[in-house]
Nanobody
C-alpha cells in the first residue's frame, strides 16, 4: 500500500535545529512534487515548503524562508526538511504530501501521518 512515513520530530530548544524525513513507498515517488505542511495546536493547515519532482525547484512560506531547506533523494524515496533557527511558533505536527500540479491547481494525492515538532525551552 501507499505509505508516507514522517520521522525526526521531537523536542528542541528555540534556536535549535531538526531534520525531518519522509519515507515514501507504494507509488512512484519521483513522479510527484512533494510538500511539507504543518498544523499548530488549534490552527489550520499551513503550507511550509514544496520541491518539484526532480528536486531542482523549491519554494517556501515567508514564515520559514531562510531557516528551512527542503530536499529529496529520489534514489532513496525520501523527502527531507532541514529546520534551523527554530522558533516557538514552529511548534506543530508536520505532514508530508505527494502532489501534482494541473491546469486547475494542485492536487494532493497522499498524506503522511505526521510527526510532532515541539520548540520549547
Amino acid at each position: 500500500e501507499v505509505q508516507l512515513v514522517e520521522s525526526g520530530g521531537g523536542l528542541v530548544q528555540p534556536g535549535g535545529s531538526l531534520r525531518l524525513s519522509c519515507a515514501a513507498s507504494g507509488f512512484t515517488f519521483s513522479s510527484y512534487a512533494m510538500s511539507w505542511v504543518r498544523q499548530a495546536p488549534g490552527k489550520g493547515l499551513e503550507w511550509v515548503s514544496t520541491v518539484n519532482s526532480g528536486g531542482g525547484s523549491t519554494s517556501y512560506a515567508d514564515s520559514v524562508k531562510g531557516r528551512f531547506t527542503i530536499s529529496r533523494d529520489n534514489a532513496k524515496n525520501t523527502l527531507y526538511l532541514q529546520m534551523n533557527s527554530l522558533k516557538r511558533e514552529d511548534t506543530a505536527v508536520y505532514y508530508c504530501n505527494a502532489e501534482r500540479v494541473y491546469y486547475s491547481g494542485t492536487y494532493t494525492y497522499y498524506w503522511g501521518q505526521g510527526t510532532q515538532v515541539t520548540v520549547s525551552s
